[in-house]
């Protein structure tokens, strides 16, 4: 058979293998509970965008009248909770009606899939399979969700490291405090390999973000926005979050249990960083951030892509347990994850330090080699 029939013939395949992920994520999807109220998560985002530079940014009863105001119901689970900054940057989106800019959101949304399909340094088929099995991805298009925008400042600072521009991977990580709590642990990584420059690029460009959040929303912000963490709906439902506190949800100490639990993970993500190459420790910190967040749904695991992916191209006559991740009906189930999520961790850590050892034990074996031929 002629080498381009091949080619088409596996493209083919490639695309069918594609459609299929399709067909059973949305077939899951169709199953599972809809947003409260059909409100989605861009409503936060839309009404953050309006009340940005006014007193009422984290006003709860003022954003729950105006959510009634735009679609006739409101839906007390989703505040605006994020820094002002963010607002300001989707303050376009109030230029439009809500429905004209749900659509954009949308459009949004698809892009920043695809420029990390596109930037990721992997096999882009292996970044397209993974994106059509996964359910975190189908529920980022239901709910409205940004945290797939994490997704393209993270595959911009890989590869700007890569390149040797570690001050600029700083200031790209630095666009992920829009979610915080998910590069929580980046910091043992940056830590640990000594990234001095990157950790510089990151405080330049968190400076900047927080100056920027002052500028316009005035002095009062924070005080304003930590009475809203502590006191508002920012946290809906601790029982449906996809952590180590779920996994021990019918504990009486199940809060004890994740903080154990969080140390664990912290100390594997300390080990992967001492081994690994930045990538892969940087990536692995992403799924522990994941796993110990207090706050974090089923769509916030496309942060598990790039050690999916990095792993699976490493490993390809072994693949890794990070393939487990890309099951959608893997989802269905909240221990499920985490066990698969704990375990990648540790067959990750386990990995390298292995390769480790093997590596400084062929070296005294070299050295031994040497001494002996020069002793003759």
């Not at 920012?234 to 154990?260: C, D, G, T, V």
Request: some cysteine; charged content about 15%; glycine content about 6%.
């Amino acid at each position: 058979m002629p080498p381009k029939t091949t080619s088409a013939i596996k493209r083919a395949g490639y695309v069918l293998f594609c459609a299929l992920g399709l067909i059973t994520v949305r077939w899951l999807m169709q199953s599972s509970p809809r947003p409260l109220n059909g409100i989605k998560d861009f409503m936060t985002f839309y009404v953050g965008a309006e009340l940005v530079g006014t007193p009422h940014l984290y006003d709860e009863a003022y954003q729950m009248k105006r959510q009634e105001q735009l679609v006739g119901v409101n839906s007390d689970i989703i505040p605006y909770v994020r820094f002002p900054f963010l607002a300001w940057l989707y303050k376009p989106l109030a230029w439009f009606s809500y429905d004209q800019a749900d659509k954009i959101w949308t459009g949004l949304i698809a892009l920043s899939f695809a420029v990390f399909w596109w930037l990721f340094p992997v096999n882009r088929w292996h970044t397209l399979f993974a994106l059509c099995w996964s359910v975190p991805v189908i529920s980022c298009f239901r709910l409205g969700q940004d945290t797939s925008f994490l997704l393209v400042w993270i595959a911009f600072g890989i590869v700007l490291y890569q390149k040797g521009r570690p001050f600029l991977a700083g200031l790209a990580f630095s666009l992920c405090l829009q979610k915080f709590h998910f590069l929580v642990l980046a910091a043992i990584v940056v830590l640990v390999q000594r990234h001095w420059r990157m950790m510089w690029g990151a405080i330049s460009g968190v400076a900047f973000f927080i100056a920027l959040s002052f500028a316009v929303q005035g002095p009062t912000w924070p005080r304003d926005y930590f009475h809203m963490l502590v006191y508002g709906n920012s946290q809906p439902s601790a029982r449906f979050m996809y952590n180590i506190r779920e996994f021990f949800w019918r504990s009486p100490h199940n809060l004890a249990w994740h903080i154990a639990g969080s140390v664990i993970v912290a100390g594997l993500v300390w080990l992967i960083s001492r081994r690994a190459p930045f990538a892969i420790a940087f990536s692995a910190s992403l799924i522990g951030s994941l796993m110990i967040s207090l706050h974090v749904f089923h769509q916030d695991y496309v942060l598990a892509f790039p050690l999916i992916l990095l792993t699976f191209e490493n490993f390809l006559n072994s693949p890794p347990p990070a393939v487990l991740l890309g099951v959608p009906f893997l989802y269905l189930w909240i221990p499920a994850v985490i066990i698969v999520c704990f375990g990648l961790l540790i067959w990750v850590a386990v990995d390298y330090e292995t390769r480790a050892r093997r590596k400084l034990g062929s070296d005294r074996l070299a050295g031994s080699t040497l001494i002996d031929s020069e002793t003759r």
